[in-house]
């Protein structure tokens, strides 16, 4: 027993995710130093003992895409046309937020998220400072970085710069370059911004191509789509992780695989505000490009629920390919797991239950009347993506430290952050 | 004090539904007899005393479309071909359930949909006897027949009308008269069962349109949709609950408006299925067609989660209409409340929190992360349909009696049901 070791024991079932996709029975996980030392029969004792009786152990879910701080914003405006949405609802609050205000809003949403099972997720937004004491204070696993368009790249790029240098060797926090989008950043800004994540060899995240009317202008102004824009300047590469990507036509896909660039679908997002299209995953999968998914932000989903995203996922690209084989159960965990891992350069790390891999760990509580019954290994797959809701969980590893066990979150006062995020919130809107 | 009088005091929101759409804050509800006597500052004493801070009070949600005992068959086979799915998985297993097998599923069903806040469903399936024992044991609200097709309707038929004189009068169980489909019911099968329904002047329930190929079919054959060919023979009138819908044309929305009948919309299970098309509600609505909501099966949903079909039902519609501004959360809030009462003919009982009615109420905790902040009424419909899930049900209540509080349901032996259900299945699969 070392001064810091868990010991799931009796786990009923174990996805690990890894190559094989095996799903072990009635198996126990041996945690040391936050790495996993031992899956099979251990009996060691540890520090933590937690009885997987009746549940279900994962790799923690990895949302590939999301504004944390929108929590601030969730249920505030809802039911609208995308540009009234934007000019007339949340633009006007968000040029009202202070950096305590980003900062309330993403413990909220990282309490959200350690409550349904994420253990890491990729981040856009602004005053990332504040962001990143957030989610240090609660311990999840972060890729993070302040957002640029052309009207705050003076101010935010040194800004950004700072940031990128105080966190790069951080064990749960990577910064990133985030880019905005084709549309709101030109290319001096485009290209300046790939230096930089040249300079620091990071990964750069962007939304690309979300609205049929963004791809047409580009179309319309330049002759060009925006991913053929984007190549020609010499922004794809490895590195380079394009947001939502409903509009690609053929073409785009096809550049996207010879520049080994990500993919980010965020199925709930684009329903809500009715972007008409979804990714044209099958072609995507094909040309063997890395595929996440995300929540997007609170105020056009409004959950942070990878379970919810993993099941719309399936349904909405079943129904767009009018094919009930496509996006099956595996698939789609696949895609919250071991997929957004490679997007994130850390399948080496986590996105599955293996030795010698980081605990970034969820037990999901199978005891329940929606998770019954269980016709064997497949059934646990399909119970996860297709019945399981966020609520299910009840315990979350992150970096082999228990965050929230039997639902409970470990040393956090949940009712205090509730109540400074109303009276946050009420004093924007009221300002 | 009566011998039975609940009270809800201090509730935070009581979302009421009533004509006027009226939220109420800080407000109490007094029940007697298993009625709705004030709405209020009642400080009335009560045998039971509900605390309602921290939490939103709304009426039960109605389930129009299941098949209970389909829970049975949860997770058993996914992401395959309707036709594949249907005839190597799901029939040959049904060909073999006993009653006991349909008493079991329905039993389990009953207990999630307590747990996700349902109070009243429509159910077609086999041996009904048997799922009415299920029902009346646990209590929920149910609407209930046979399922009679060609094949089974000698047998079946007077067992039905035995059913059928059985319940006539009971408080909870309705009966109806449950055809199959348009496509498993010849013309005399058809009448036989409309006389049915004359005679006891009773609902019928039917699945209508709900493939391409279905339509395409009968218009192959007989020239006609299934709706024209209903409409032809006689059967459509007030009585008639037609299920999915997907493939109406528009002379078919004319006919189901004319001959007043209703709709049933199953976002979920028609995705996972990949039938192609959601029903035309725009034009549904706007001939002022009855609309209610199901999950349908557990074999292709694969939950009873209704406020999981609400979000979907406004995400596939936004997403199909290309409008974000259709389905908004309170219309997809009146689907599973006000609505379908009018289809089920008991808006004047339950379907909202007013005077008078029978209390059929869940309460719904607020005092999760994934439920903050809250800007004012508006977010709270907006919460319930956009994030909230089934486990956020904290409290139910069917006809004035408590069947869950604080996540507990109350005199059942859950544990036992699950591993009942589970020894039923594994015996049902291996022989």
Redesign the interface.
Known sequence: MTSNSILFENVDWIVTQNPRREILRNKSVYIEDGKIVEIGDSKLDADHIINGRGKVLLPGLINSHTHSSM??F???A?????NH?LEDKIWPLESKLKPHDCYLGSL?AC??MI??GITCFNDMYIYVDDIAKAVKEIGLRCFLGEVIFDWNIGKQLPYSDKFTKKWLNDDLITPLVNMHAPYSCSDETLLKLKETADKYNILMHMHVSETEKEVRDFQKTRGKTPVEHLDRLGILNDKLIAVHCNWLTNKDVDIFSRRNCSIVHCP?S???????RMPPLKRIFEKNIRVGLGTDG?AS?????MF?EM??C???N??Q??????I??QKALDLVTIEPAKIFEIDNKIGSVEKGKIADLILVDF????L????GK??II??LV??C????VDTTIINGKVLMKDREILGID??K??KE??RA?EKI?SN
Chains 1, 2 share one sequence.
């Open positions: 929590t601030l969730r249920g505030y809802d039911d609208m046309e995308l949405w909220l309490l959200e409550r349904f709930v684009n329903m809500k505000l009715a972007n008409g609170c989903n409004n959950n942070l629920d919810e099941k719309v399936s349904l909405i079943k129904f390919e009018r094919d009930p084989t496509f099956s159960a005891r329940k009347s929606h019954h019954p269980v016709h497949n059934t399909s119970n297709y019945s809701q966020g609520s299910d949940e009712e952050i509730f995020v109303q919130v809107i």
